[in-house]
């Protein structure tokens, strides 16, 4: 006969069952593909993925391959060889990738190479590592086969110099838009402020999901400055059993509330990826009131279902999805300030 105490840990282990099948852990995938990308830039990325996905291919290999298009992409001036670099005149990058295993890797403040994205799936793959940075992360690059060169552009050296002129920086909510949704003296991709991330989350036919995040960073920063792009937890997070999400706007207040972790564990408590993101948006509102009405700050998430959710503190924030029915569709956020 059980003891009092054999009981309790099978109540227990049961009751811990029970909350895991209510929060719709390990729910089973509709088995229809889908990409969301932040911000309308993501488009293209969100194509590039689908190619992978369309097939039956790992929403890993997705969401490096779709991570890849705005690195190299020569009129994207806040993700990749484009970028604009920081006060001294260096670009330097950040990225992470992560899949639905919780195997993760990433790099920051990584110069010379124009695919960080790729160099963090290998810091995943072949090392016991998480983060590389610096000059370490260039070095690993290099002994991976990566070709240095130089990503300073002869527009944003160009840019980078009018800004010298000033020396003056201040985040612009939203500089990241492109095409969708201008507002009258909203900022665009060319502009001096512009700044941001592509963040990307990806479930494929079996289930299984994982998210990519890379940057430039902010334009101007101070050297070494790193945001929350390459840090898990705070500019992405997958769970393979619940869902993911990433981030984008200013880095500092998203790692001060572990975001996408934060997001990625209110839906394993029940939220909806949409009731996740704004509530993750709010913490940080109720946080820093003060700072909240200037800032930008937005989430984007996706679960297991193919269900996305999407919030931000300033209105303008878009993202981009992709999946069987539509390819280009780019959809806008809700907003705490409308």
Avoid at 109 to 124: G, Y
Avoid at 296 to 314: C, D, K, P, S, Y
């Amino acid at each position: 006969m059980p003891n009092r105490r054999d009981v309790f840990k099978t109540t227990l282990a049961l009751s811990s069952l029970a909350g895991l099948a209510a929060t719709g852990a390990g729910a089973a995938s509709t088995g229809k593909p889908i990409v969301v990308s932040t911000w309308d830039f993501g488009v293209a990325a969100n194509q590039a993925a689908w190619e992978v996905l369309k097939t039956g291919g790992h929403a890993l290999d997705a969401v490096e391959a779709g991570a890849r298009v705005p690195e190299v992409d020569m009129k994207n001036h806040s993700v990749g060889r484009a970028g604009y670099p920081d006060r001294d005149g260096h670009v330097s990058l950040d990225a992470s990738i992560m899949d639905e295993q919780w195997r993760c890797g990433a790099v920051a403040a990584l110069e010379h190479i124009d695919h960080p994205i790729s160099v963090a799936r290998l810091v995943m793959e072949k090392t016991p590592h998480v983060l590389l940075v610096g000059a370490g992360a260039l070095q690993f690059a290099i002994e991976q086969g990566f070709k240095p060169q130089e990503l300073r552009t002869p527009e944003s050296e160009a840019a980078w110099k009018d800004w010298l002129k000033e020396a003056k920086y201040a985040p612009v909510a939203n500089s990241e838009m492109s095409t969708y949704g201008h507002a009258p003296g909203s900022q665009v991709p060319g502009d001096v402020h512009n700044h941001d991330t592509l963040g990307m989350l990806a479930l494929d036919a079996q289930g299984r999901l994982s998210g990519a995040c890379t940057t430039s960073g902010m334009a101007w920063k101070l050297r070494g400055r790193v945001g929350d792009s390459p840090i898990i937890g705070a500019g992405l997070y997958v769970d393979g059993e619940i869902g993911a999400a990433t981030s984008t706007g200013v880095g500092e207040e998203v790692i001060r509330n572990a975001g996408s972790f934060l997001v990625v564990e209110l839906m394993r408590q029940g939220r909806s990826p949409q009731q996740a993101c704004e509530e993750a948006v709010m913490r940080i509102v109720k946080r820093r009131p003060d700072a909240a009405k200037t800032l930008q700050v937005g989430f984007l998430a996706l679960n297991t279902r193919g269900e996305v959710g999407a919030f931000a503190i300033q209105p303008g924030f878009v993202y981009a999805q992709c999946d069987g029915t539509k390819t280009d569709l780019v959809v806008p956020s809700k907003s705490v300030f409308s």
